[in-house]
């Protein structure tokens, strides 16, 4: 075995899980990308973040010592990524962790003998820094490792204090490899700390101490605790006597395949070398990321995932690749790194499927978008002005795609400043927007601050039972705990046990009536509060109730079967989704009631509509199977371990139910379900597309309400029948000769409308006003559609070598206009996209285009005199008249 085989990343990650098993570890595989259950992360970004649980003493490990390799991704250091030696985006960290076991003196010990002995790195290229105030820590590396005083260093907090926003912290010491004076800055006092790149960080220590709440106090942990981290790229670059991260074995293949698809030699030149460095980077980022679940969007750790997918693409296009090539790239990633991450194999298909549609997503908007920031760049040259404007960059995150921080980037490279505090500016007020356009169907007046409650948990009985004798043990009305609520009044009841179910996991709450001696209330919904007290939402028809007051609670049955069938068909279609569109989908949202279900689901791509029928067919074939639906209450490992599914961001109690329909599905369920799938009668699909990037929903109705939608059909083609005089057989075929007689009637109307336009376009020709030596063209129109309008500008361009172009058509109910500028104007400045884009700004509305041609609309008609005027004052101002 040759040296780069020797300390291969391979070989380097199983040596060291070798070694810590042997000092008594549990090693494990790497965790996801995706944190678990902890919403303070966006994504694990170091070794021991998916295990901050066993740190704090909230979770008991499976050991108290543990050693693994874990995928990590961090963007703090984005824009060094390809300039420094050492800075990835993605990597893989190496640590052993004690949970209040072993401390500093094994920590420090191990790690000299791993790095030593079993690595056989040379001692005297190694120095260690240790917190200021850590002698302890100091002595043991002198006294127990024999470490020269003068290769201790001690630094202060910034450098030598470890710690998340919250969570673990406490003391570190760093070990470093020394690369030799030659690498260095040349000062005498060279050493760690120093700004150069002379000594490579190679391994942290933490001795953990402490746990750090949200308002940065330090709270001592019952046991000291020691996370470590060593990089597995930076140690593969000193075994293997690389110069950077980048050219060790294997990433240096996926520079070599960046070298292939450009034609662009490595180590010619530096930009050219950071643009590979940062397209290698990028698409092993993006290669783990999907592997574990995450889809390009704009939001949270998928516009992490947009940004750096888009990022590679940009660099690409500066090494001269014009066509599609990540792809290609992230297979190198998967083919290298499959061995120790068998699940990039077996999702490749799915992995380079994601990557193709992002990629071709953005490949159309890039262009423009480069082509819009490039001009503003070159105006605000002409201008001397410093500042991109936020609103622009708001422009070309929303309409061209472009993440706010590649705006940033190549603002940077040309020597301006970006405004991020007025594009975040804009961005929360769109947002807000946003959120206030959801809240429009109004409050929800369940929210856990709008009253206190002190009452003890409700016994839920609804699983076993369709009604209950309760007690009332509290009444809330207008946001006040009251004794007694009387006929008239609308309120909450409280119960201390209810076979009503309250709202959650997607299924609308249940409706029904409480009864007792002369009272009669009518329960309208139910939901929860602080998670486990079910609120009654109540109108009281007949008499009073009080606290204390026995009643019969009686749900409304006929709503609860419905809405159990909705709910168990969302599980089959859980499953079938799975099988027809693979592994990668989850349920990411679900609502189901009586009427109706929606199931939001992960998805890169539209569905078509023969896949959509297969889907309908197979979940329809599961109804007609007559699965039996049971419920099983199982420790939560016990559960997984049995195959059921669970949603992954959900936190789970220690005790779960299970729903498994025959042999067919088994998930993690605490809603209501029928006994047998035929209860459900049928399934069908109303509608299915995208509600976010990733993210797709299918809404479906099932039993009486799919009979009556497909009634309602047949009545519908039954009328179309009547009004075509044509059979069902038919009526395809008339409707489609009806759909072409009327395409060529179109095409006859446009030719004769094009015939009136050349014997009427003399007059055209002459209403031109002359500003500064140039012809401008302002006209308006009545009902031209945006192509009739485009050809009159094409045909007063025919007549005309220089002139400029704004047309407006009053369509009635809204304006469109076209502006169209010859080439010699465009070269003066004059931009027909920022003519039209005035036009449509003073007549309500929007749009833009190219400096040659572009097009927008309006909403008010009535202003498409206004409209003109201005882009005519437009054209004043710019020169000056």
């Not at 930009?271 to 889809?295: E, L």
């Not at 009080?546 to 749900?555: N, P, Q």
Request: hydrophobic share 35%; charged share 30%; with cysteine.
């Amino acid at each position: 075995m040759d040296t780069l085989d020797r300390f291969s990343i391979n070989n380097i990650r199983k040596e060291y899980l070798k070694f810590f098993n042997s000092k008594g570890h549990l090693t494990e595989q790497s965790f996801s990308l995706i944190p678990k259950n902890d919403k303070s992360l966006l994504l694990i970004g170091a070794g021991m973040a998916p295990l901050k649980k066993y740190f704090t003493g909230a979770e008991t490990p499976p050991s108290k010592r543990m050693a693994t390799c874990q995928k990590c991704v961090r963007t703090g250091d984005i824009d060094n990524v390809g300039i420094t030696a050492r800075h990835l985006t993605f990597f893989e960290m190496l640590g052993n962790f004690s949970f209040g076991d072993y401390f500093k003196e094994e920590a420090i010990t191990w790690a000299w003998e791993l790095l030593t002995d079993v690595l056989k790195i040379d001692k005297n290229r190694l120095w260690v820094t240790v917190y200021e105030d850590d002698d302890e820590a100091a002595d043991m590396w002198h006294n127990n490792v024999g470490i020269p005083r003068e290769r201790i260093v001690k630094l202060g907090k910034d450098d030598n204090f470890w710690e998340l926003e919250v969570g673990p912290s406490g003391p570190c010491s760093e070990i470093y490899y020394d690369t030799g004076a030659d690498r260095g800055c040349g000062s005498p006092d060279c050493k760690p700390g120093c700004d150069c790149n002379r000594f490579i960080e190679i391994w942290n220590l933490v001795f953990t101490q402490f746990d750090k709440d949200e308002q940065g106090v330090y709270h001592p942990l019952p046991n000291p605790n020691i996370d470590t981290g060593m990089g597995l790229e930076r140690v593969a670059s000193v075994l293997q006597g690389k110069p950077t991260v980048f050219d060790v074995v294997p990433l240096i293949s996926i520079i070599n395949k960046v070298e292939e698809i450009s034609a662009v030699k490595y180590g010619v030149d530096n930009k050219k070398d950071t643009a590979m460095k940062i397209i290698c980077d990028h698409s092993r980022a993006a290669t783990f990321m999907i592997g574990d679940g995450i889809i390009p969007s704009n939001e949270g750790r998928g516009y992490v995932l947009r940004r750096l997918i888009r990022r590679a693409i940009r660099q690409g296009k500066s090494l001269g690749i014009q066509n599609d090539f990540l792809t290609k790239t992230v297979k190198v990633v998967i083919n290298e790194w499959k061995e120790a991450y068998p699940t990039l194999g077996e999702k490749e298909s799915y992995i380079l499927k994601v990557v193709q549609l992002e990629e071709e997503k953005f490949k159309t908007t890039i262009d423009q978008g480069l082509e819009l920031l490039m001009k503003e760049i070159d105006s605000m040259k002409e201008t001397d002005k410093k500042v991109f404007d936020g609103m622009v960059a708001f422009r070309l995150y929303d309409t061209y795609g472009f993440p706010s921080e590649l705006t940033e980037e190549i603002l940077n490279e040309n020597g301006f400043k970006f405004d991020k505090k007025e594009f975040v500016a804009i961005m929360d007020e769109h947002r807000q927007m946003a959120r206030e356009a959801r809240e429009k169907t109004g409050s929800s007046g369940w929210k856990d601050e709008e009253f206190s409650l002190d009452t003890p948990k409700t016994v839920f009985t609804g699983y076993t039972k369709l009604s209950d004798n309760s007690e009332v043990v509290a009444i809330v009305v207008d946001g006040e705990q009251v004794n007694t609520i009387v006929e008239g009044q609308s309120g909450i009841i409280i119960l201390d046990k209810t076979p009503f179910y309250a709202e959650s996991g997607g299924q609308t709450g249940d409706t029904g009536k409480l009864t007792a001696e002369c009272m009669e209330a009518v329960v309208t919904d139910t939901k929860k509060f602080k998670k486990n007290i079910f609120l009654h939402q109540t109108n009281i028809v007949k008499g009073s109730v009080s606290v204390g007051d026995k009643v019969f609670a009686e749900i409304n049955v006929d709503q609860r079967k419905n809405t159990a069938k909705n709910h168990t068909c969302t599980h089959l279609l859980h499953k079938v989704l799975k099988e027809m569109l693979g592994e990668h989908v989850n349920q990411a949202g679900s609502y189901v009631s009586k009427d109706r279900l929606r199931f939001d689901y992960t998805h890169f791509e539209q569905v078509d509509q023969q896949t959509l029928k297969e889907i309908e067919r197979r979940v329809n074939e599961a109804i007609l199977a007559d699965y039996q639906v049971s419920t099983n209450v199982l420790n939560i490992d016990e559960a997984r371990k049995s195959g059921a599914t669970a949603l992954f961001d959900e936190k789970y109690e220690e005790m779960v139910r299970v729903v498994s329909i025959g042999d067919f599905s088994k998930e993690l369920c605490g809603g209501t379900h029928i006994d047998e799938t035929s209860k459900i009668g049928m399934f069908k699909i109303i509608s299915e597309g995208s509600i976010a990037s990733g993210v797709r929903r299918i809404e479906a109705i099932t039993g009486r309400a799919a009979i009556e939608y497909l009634s309602e059909l047949d009545k519908l083609i039954d009328e179309l029948c009547l009004s075509m005089k044509s059979t069902k057989e038919e009526l395809a075929i008339k409707v489609n000769t009806l759909k072409k007689e009327a395409k060529e009637k179109e095409k006859e109307i446009h030719k004769l409308s094009n015939e009136i336009l050349k014997k009427n376009i003399g007059q055209l020709l002459d209403q031109f006003e002359e500003i500064n030596g140039i012809k401008l063209f302002a006209l308006k129109f009545k009902d031209k559609d945006a192509n009739s309008l485009r050809e009159i500008a094409d045909k007063i361009k025919d007549k005309n070598e220089s002139c400029a172009i704004i047309l407006a058509s009053d369509m009635g109910d809204k304006v469109l206009f076209v502006s169209s500028v010859t080439k010699d104007l465009t070269d003066k400045g004059i931009h027909a996209g920022n003519m039209v884009k005035e036009a449509a700004k003073t007549a309500g509305g929007g749009g833009g285009g190219r400096p040659d041609f572009a097009q927008a609309g309006g909403k008010n008609p009535e202003k498409i005199d206004e409209a003109l005027e201005a882009v005519k004052e437009q054209l004043l101002i710019k020169f000056n008249i």
